[in-house]
């Protein structure tokens, strides 16, 4: 059994560094950041195919900055993700895109509804 006095000086040295890491480490971090909303788009269609065309701007029209995006997509019960990068100096690739490419979403309704598009700069 360690000395009462390690014990407590190690809860007090345990104390500090959980403090240190909750107050300092995490708000300097974009990535810890909340995603920013930059563009919806939604309809009422019948049963079919579509492509919902994004020409990377945001609800004011303004080009996107580089970075990561969330693009979410939700009709009926049905919702799934995925990420995407906009980086001018990538290789543009399944899920990289250059600025000022179009990202084209593609999907099928079976029945008629609504969906839901939503894009986030995360």
Do not use: H
Not at 29 to 42: C, E, G, M, Q
Not at 51 to 71: F, L, P, S
Not at 110 to 117: E, K, N, Q
């Amino acid at each position: 059994m360690l000395p009462k006095s390690i014990s407590i000086f190690s809860i007090l040295i345990l104390s500090i560094l959980c403090f240190t890491l909750i107050s300092c480490g995490d708000d300097d971090n974009p990535a810890n950041s909340d995603p920013v909303l930059v563009r919806t788009f939604s309809a009422s269609v019948g049963a079919g195919s579509y492509n919902v065309v994004w020409d990377q701007r945001n609800e004011d029209g303004d080009q996107v900055a580089e970075g990561t995006y969330k693009i979410s997509f939700q009709a009926g019960s049905f919702s799934d993700s995925y990420t995407i990068t906009i980086d001018d100096s990538a290789t543009p690739g399944p899920y990289i895109y250059n600025i000022g490419d179009d990202v084209t979403i593609s999907f099928s309704m079976a029945t008629a509804g609504d969906y839901l598009i939503e894009i986030y700069k995360i």
